[in-house]
T-cell receptor, first 113, second 112 residues
Framework: EPEVTQTPSHQVTQMGQEVILRCVPISNHLYFYWYRQILGQKVEFLVSFYNNEISEKSEIFDDQFSVERPDGSNFTLKIRSTKLEDSAMYFC???????????FGPGTRLTVT | GENVEQHPSTLSVQEGDSAVIKCTYSDSASNYFPWYKQELGKRPQLIIDIRSNVGEKKDQRIAVTLNKTAKHFSLHITETQPEDSAVYFCAASRSPGNQFYFGTGTSLTVIP
């Protein structure tokens, strides 16, 4: 069964540094998402992406964040200047079409020191 | 925006008993309600979902009910087993955009 994959599984970075989190959605899926989960808290929506543009974003997704689909398979989340409070598990998800179930990747644990 | 509340935050049941987790939502336009199971350190996995055009859906030991008028939906797990122990999240969404609004999670422990 196809799965969403994410790399790296764990990323440690210093405050102020840029990080790029990578995701490979399921191949025939058209909608892509990033969520984050701070330890012990609920999963929070960051951004959705369709047809090479952002379709929706939350208040969390400020100017420090950006997303890109650089080729036909990867979907990336960039944080330009990381803050301590960006430490969280970041999940990528994809769905075949809007209104359908979303399949989550295994997550990237980001630790900002 | 949508606000999803989930109760209880923790739940312990004896193996073989039933477990019920409840969620409420605020946006009457929400029309899709998935439930995810998240084991420690792993990805959330969809276990069941329901759309607003039905009131109940069942898949073996798992069922979900939806009351659109009251804006609440519930997860029912019967004949619980130790491997059901995990954190369960409800969510609500509506198109366009289709972002999921998650509840705060319920940590279910099934005691052998």
């Amino acid at each position: 069964e196809p799965e969403v994959t994410q790399t790296p599984s764990h990323q440690v970075t210093q405050m102020g540094q840029e990080v790029i989190l990578r995701c490979v959605p399921i191949s025939n899926h058209l909608y892509f998402y990033w969520y984050r989960q701070i330890l012990g808290q609920k999963v929070e929506f960051l951004v959705s992406f369709y047809n090479n543009e952002i379709s929706e974003k939350s208040e969390i997704f400020d100017d420090q964040f950006s997303v890109e689909r650089p080729d036909g398979s990867n979907f990336t989340l960039k944080i330009r200047s990381t803050k301590l409070e960006d430490s969280a598990m970041y999940f990528c998800a994809s769905s075949e079409r809007a209104g359908n179930e979303q399949y989550f990747g295994p997550g990237t644990r980001l630790t900002v020191t | 925006g949508e606000n999803v509340e989930q109760h209880p935050s923790t739940l312990s049941v004896q193996e073989g008993d039933s477990a019920v987790i409840k969620c409420t939502y605020s946006d009457s336009a929400s029309n899709y309600f998935p439930w995810y199971k998240q084991e420690l350190g792993k990805r959330p996995q969809l276990i069941i979902d329901i759309r607003s055009n039905v009131g109940e859906k069942k898949d073996q030991r798992i069922a979900v009910t939806l009351n659109k008028t009251a804006k609440h939906f519930s997860l029912h797990i019967t004949e619980t087993q130790p491997e059901d122990s995990a954190v369960y999240f409800c969510a609500a969404s509506r198109s366009p955009g289709n972002q999921f609004y998650f509840g705060t999670g319920t940590s279910l422990t099934v005691i052998p």
